[in-house]
T-cell receptor
């Protein structure tokens, strides 16, 4: 079964700092997704990365995909408190249209 | 507000019972996805329907079944419930059949006692 690992699982960072969340997966996949979940809330789609080398940015978040390394990163620039949430990555399985989530990274931004 | 609605918001039931969760996708979206989120299992993809047809199947137990109706709403049926089925169940919708940006509903919190 495809495995999706996120690092770190917990991240506490100060406002204004930069940090990167890593998502590694165990098989070939053409697409990778990032989601955000606030405590007690549903999921919000952040990025869909469709090809090797894809990079997408929205505000202080930037996601990239390296399919050869089976690695995606979510980079946080100049963190603000509003970014505190749990971030999940997910990939399609190699059989297509399966969907596997990482364990999530719980981010706390401290003022 | 994503435009995806789910009912009920909360459900408390007993082991062995059967429940039905309902999802209405965003207007115009043809795909509906079901997910389960629990502390033990994390987030798991259960099943996808596209325009009434099953499109993809994940870790869905045989005790669970789903369908998408002609008006595109979907129902997830959970039967012979066990304590371990207690979880948040989300549905999501998207326009197309391929995995793309999905819009999530608020979820149904199921507690099996």
């Amino acid at each position: 079964e495809l495995k999706v690992e996120q690092n770190p699982l917990f991240l506490s960072m100060q406002e204004g700092k930069n940090y990167t969340i890593y998502c590694n997966y165990s098989t070939t996949s053409d697409r990778l997704y990032w989601y955000r979940q606030d405590p007690g809330k549903s999921l919000e789609s952040l990025f869909v990365l469709l090809s090797n080398g894809a990079v997408k940015q929205e505000g202080r978040l930037m996601a990239s995909l390296d399919t050869k390394a089976r690695l995606s990163t979510l980079h946080i620039t100049a963190a603000v408190h509003d970014l505190s949430a749990t971030y999940f990555c997910a990939v399609d399985g190699d059989t297509g249209n399966q969907f596997y989530f990482g364990t999530g990274t719980s981010l706390t931004v401290i003022p | 507000d994503s435009g995806v609605t789910q009912t009920p918001k909360h459900l408390i039931t007993a082991t062995g019972q059967r429940v039905t969760l309902r999802c209405s996708p965003r207007s115009g979206d043809l795909s509906v996805y079901w997910y389960q989120q629990s502390l033990d299992q994390g987030l798991q993809f259960l099943i996808q329907y596209y325009n009434g047809e099953e499109r993809a199947k994940g870790n869905i137990l045989e005790r669970f079944s789903a369908q998408q109706f002609p008006d595109l709403h979907s129902e997830l049926n959970l039967s012979s419930l066990e304590l371990g089925d207690s979880a948040l169940y989300f549905c999501a919708s998207s326009w197309g059949a391929e995995q793309e940006t999905q819009y999530f509903g608020p979820g149904t919190r199921l507690l099996v006692l």
